[in-house]
């Protein structure tokens, strides 16, 4: 088949790379330029726990991120991407243990397997540097972190031809009825460009350092009384620090009051980035439905794949099988769910 997906993303690379390797022609069409890179998946921390968000998400979603954590490790095997899957770390400051406290009474009434009460000691042992300014924490086991710039790269070459500097509207193109005959499937992956029924934006802000006082391997949560920090490795000395979560469409830039809560927070968990160095202020903006569940699925004989919210790379083994499936049978309702097409 000869399939056309919309949007050069993480969606829209993964799906091309998967029916690239079943033998399919994939193009994908991507309003940005070589060089500058547009979406969310650029920004983003990248890290698989669905542990860490049950409490911001539902069982539907904790039940995809578990299976993409049984896919992930072969997928990045195969595309050699760096990434760690040796578990995540939650503590909390003195006064915010009632946080940490709550945090884990979730965990344990949702969650399977239940996190592991950490002491100092055992703290000491998996993060030597955490356990002088906290006295306990939990760990999360299998939850882990991709090398998301890395993932992009290593995908481009292999998700079909990429027409760069091409936006493709669909519905509101008029030259659709010819361009949509060129294809035997298209496939809208374009996240909160898509302006789909329901969906809204929501902007999310991270602060990528360089901090070769600070060694930490595996991702990082603080409780905080607004906010989960956290702190996701890439290797080398250098973090992604992200937190905030705001329920708009802007695509300007990070504001100084959410740099400064980040970087003082990210100095209240490790007095090692005092020294570091400020790589980038990004910003992504994010799609969601009103219930935050990805969904796959047919409007106009379109397949659809939107609403990620802050679950992408941890959906995203799901809704790329439920996207293939949903191509070869053609048989998908409309606005089904991705545990529906899986």
């Given at each position: 088949m000869d399939?056309a997906?919309?949007?050069?993303?993480?969606m829209?690379?993964?799906?091309?790379?998967r029916?690239?390797?079943?033998?399919?022609?994939?193009?994908?069409?991507?309003r940005?330029?070589p060089?500058?890179?547009?979406s969310?998946?650029h920004?983003?921390?990248?890290?698989l726990?669905?542990?860490?968000?049950?409490?911001?998400s539902?069982n539907?979603?904790f039940a995809?991120?578990?299976?993409?954590?049984?896919?992930?490790?072969?997928?990045?095997?195969?595309?050699?991407?760096?990434?760690?899957?040796?578990?995540?770390?939650?503590v909390?400051?003195r006064?915010?243990?009632?946080?940490l406290?709550?945090?884990?009474?979730?965990?344990?009434?949702?969650s399977d397997?239940p996190?592991e009460?950490?002491?100092?000691?055992?703290?000491?042992?998996?993060?030597?540097?955490?356990?002088p300014?906290?006295?306990?924490?939990?760990?999360?086991?299998g939850?882990?972190?991709?090398?998301n710039?890395?993932?992009?790269?290593?995908?481009?070459?292999?998700?079909?031809r990429?027409?760069y500097?091409?936006?493709?509207?669909?519905?509101?193109d008029?030259?659709?009825?010819?361009r949509?005959?060129s294809?035997?499937?298209?496939?809208?992956c374009?996240g909160?460009?898509?302006?789909?029924?329901?969906?809204r934006?929501?902007?999310?802000e991270v602060?990528?350092?360089?901090?070769?006082?600070?060694?930490?391997q595996?991702?990082?949560?603080l409780?905080h009384?607004?906010?989960?920090?956290?702190?996701?490795?890439?290797?080398?000395?250098e973090y992604?620090?992200?937190?905030?979560?705001?329920?708009?469409?802007?695509?300007?830039?990070?504001?100084?009051?959410s740099?400064?809560?980040?970087l003082?927070a990210?100095?209240?968990?490790?007095?090692?980035?005092?020294?570091?160095?400020?790589?980038?202020?990004?910003?992504?903006l994010?799609a969601a439905f009103?219930?935050?569940?990805?969904?796959?699925y047919?409007?106009d004989?379109?397949?659809?794949i939107?609403?990620?919210?802050?679950?992408?790379?941890?959906?995203?083994?799901?809704?790329?099988?439920?996207?293939?499936?949903?191509?070869q049978?053609?048989e998908?309702?409309?606005?089904?769910?991705?545990?529906m097409?899986?």
């Amino acid at each position: 088949m000869d399939i056309a997906i919309v949007g050069a993303g993480l969606m829209g690379r993964l799906l091309g790379w998967r029916l690239t390797e079943a033998g399919h022609r994939t193009t994908l069409f991507e309003r940005s330029e070589p060089g500058e890179p547009a979406s969310a998946a650029h920004v983003a921390a990248a890290m698989l726990a669905p542990m860490s968000e049950l409490p911001e998400s539902d069982n539907e979603v904790f039940a995809m991120g578990m299976s993409g954590l049984s896919v992930w490790p072969q997928w990045l095997a195969a595309l050699d991407v760096r990434h760690g899957f040796d578990g995540a770390i939650a503590v909390a400051h003195r006064r915010d243990d009632a946080l940490l406290e709550t945090f884990e009474r979730v965990l344990r009434a949702r969650s399977d397997p239940p996190p592991e009460r950490l002491d100092r000691t055992s703290l000491n042992e998996l993060e030597p540097e955490l356990a002088p300014a906290f006295a306990r924490g939990l760990f999360l086991p299998g939850e882990g972190w991709i090398d998301n710039r890395a993932l992009l790269d290593a995908l481009e070459p292999r998700c079909g031809r990429i027409r760069y500097g091409q936006r493709a509207d669909l519905e509101g193109d008029p030259l659709w009825g010819r361009r949509r005959a060129s294809f035997d499937a298209w496939v809208d992956c374009r996240g909160a460009d898509a302006h789909e029924p329901g969906l809204r934006g929501v902007r999310g802000e991270v602060v990528r350092l360089r901090a070769p006082e600070v060694n930490l391997q595996r991702p990082i949560r603080l409780m905080h009384p607004r906010y989960q920090l956290y702190v996701a490795p890439r290797g080398n000395h250098e973090y992604v620090v992200g937190a905030t979560q705001i329920e708009s469409d802007s695509r300007a830039g990070m504001t100084v009051r959410s740099a400064l809560e980040l970087l003082s927070a990210a100095f209240s968990l490790h007095t090692g980035f005092a020294e570091a160095e400020i790589l980038a202020l990004d910003v992504g903006l994010r799609a969601a439905f009103d219930d935050n569940v990805p969904r796959v699925y047919w409007r106009d004989g379109i397949l659809r794949i939107n609403g990620l919210y802050r679950h992408g790379f941890l959906a995203a083994p799901v809704l790329v099988q439920a996207a293939i499936q949903a191509i070869q049978q053609r048989e998908l309702p409309e606005c089904a769910s991705a545990s529906m097409a899986s």
